[in-house]
Nanobody, 124 residues
Framework: QVQLVESGGGLVQAGGSLRLSCAAS????????MGWYRQVPEKQRELVAT???????NYVDSVKGRFTISRDNAKNTVYLQMNSLKPEDTAVYYC??????????????????WGKGTLVTVSS
């Protein structure tokens, strides 16, 4: 059974930092593309950052230069370091895993597994 468990969310002031972690089990982690998405009420879930099995990273334009996604295959964990946070970064952040494409993953393929989410609130 695949499990993705996020941690690290919380309340932070604008300009501050948080690091989200996602511990994965039940998958061959090193072969999977991993990603972070976020969602606010009444809006579609938004792709924030991804890292494929080869280590290639992609970011949504609004977080480039502020967020960094990384992975530790030995710990089956993916991270999202968030710096210079803004109130508009407030959302529930979800960890996601692909199980099929690995280094060839593309956003059009979507993700196969999802965590339950962790809330990030940035106050102004």
């Amino acid at each position: 059974q695949v499990q993705l468990v996020e941690s690290g969310g919380g309340l932070v002031q604008a300009g501050g930092s948080l690091r989200l972690s996602c511990a994965a089990s039940g998958i061959i982690f090193s072969r999977n593309a991993m990603g972070w998405y976020r969602q606010v009420p009444e809006k579609q879930r938004e792709l924030v950052a991804t890292i494929n099995s080869g280590g290639r990273r992609n970011y949504v334009d609004s977080v480039k230069g502020r967020f960094t996604i990384s992975r530790d295959n030995a710990k089956n964990t993916v991270y999202l370091q968030m710096n210079s946070l803004k109130p508009e970064d407030t959302a529930v952040y979800y960890c996601a895993a692909d199980s099929r494409y690995g280094s060839s993953w593309s956003e059009v393929y979507g993700m196969d597994y999802w965590g339950k989410g962790t809330l990030v609130t940035v106050s102004s």
